[in-house]
């Protein structure tokens, strides 16, 4: 097994995790050699600092499930380009129209807005090239791309968003408002966890129906209470801390926890889904400390 050593603290393996899966973007990207501005602007969005939650995750339920982390680096790489893409799209004038991302001008600002789509459209289309150019099993490229695709998709993140538009113009249910964070950032969180527990893989690690579905419990609370967490967040942040505007969500009208909930109440529901999130993981013991780790990271981040 290629893991870091397991007796370590994950607070002190996750940042060996992150620098891991942006050299694994970094080497792929520049072996394909892009030149002129789009290059330019394809390495930008991969140079700004970012959390890395998706690929920690990634990698988490690899230890977990004693999963090689050489295999783990083609999900957590191909997560995280799709998750990149994402951003770069929905800081757009047409979505968002977000100026600072990650405490740096966003893409379309330091390049231009058409330059901007093509590098969400390089780095989506980058996510699979890399997964197919993994060299491992067939079967097991089909499961993830199906998997990644499904998140990516139409009924998942492209959904998410386009309900997050109409949340400008109205008031949303809470209801709707779950569905639609479900699908736009907790379709990536869910992913990151299924890519190693599908049945591809865990025909190979002897994982049971129960334990998959625990750690699709997993994902489902804890990326709703990173959503809220977002959403406390830009209320109650600062520019600075948060990485782009403080209050943007409000400057557009936008239905969130908060403005439904309250601050307060929003409060407790983020802590109700993390006690909801580590429930699921009980029946895994010490295996899931990684998951365990993230997910107080999740709520207590300050950015």
């Known amino acids: 097994m290629e893991h870091q050593n397991i007796h370590t603290q994950f607070n002190d393996r996750a940042t060996t995790y992150k620098t891991r899966v942006e050299q694994v973007m970094i080497d792929f990207v520049c072996a394909k050699k892009l030149q002129g501005r789009l290059g ?6 991969l140079a700004t600092e970012g959390k890395r939650i998706r690929p920690l995750i990634v990698y988490a339920t690899a230890e977990l499930l004693d999963v090689s982390s050489a295999v783990a680096d083609f999900p957590a790489a191909a997560i995280e380009l799709v998750h990149l893409y994402s951003l770069v799209h929905d800081d757009l004038p047409a979505m968002d129209d977000d100026d600072l991302r990650r405490g740096v001008p966003t ?14 459209d390089a780095l989506l289309t980058f996510a699979f090239e890399l997964l197919a150019e993994s060299g491992v099993a067939p079967s097991l490229i089909v499961e993830w791309v ?15 968003q386009a309900t997050d538009l109409k949340g400008e113009t109205c008031v949303l249910a809470l209801d709707e408002l779950e569905q639609m964070h479900r699908q736009k950032s907790g379709a990536l969180i869910e992913t990151s966890l299924s890519m190693i527990s599908s049945q591809v893989v865990t025909a190979v690690t002897g994982t049971g129906n129960n334990e998959a579905h625990r750690l699709e419990g997993f994902g489902h609370h804890i990326g709703l209470a990173f959503q809220i967490r977002d959403d406390l967040l830009d209320v109650e942040g600062t520019t600075e801390q948060i990485g782009k505007p403080q209050g943007s ?3 557009s009208n936008k239905s969130t926890f908060v403005s439904l909930l309250g601050l307060e109440q929003a409060r407790n529901r983020m802590q109700q889904e993390l006690v909801a999130a580590r429930q699921q993981l009980t029946c895994f013991g010490e295996r899931a400390e990684g998951l365990n780790w993230i997910a107080e990271y999740i709520v207590s981040r300050s950015k």
């Open 40 to 45: 330019d602007a394809v390495n930008y969005a």
């Open 107 to 120: 893409v379309h600002k330091q390049f231009d807005e058409a330059t901007a789509v093509l590098v969400g």
């Open 146 to 160: 199906r998997l990644l695709s499904r998140a990516a998709g139409a009924n998942g993140m492209i959904a998410g």
């Open 249 to 251: 969500d409000v400057a």
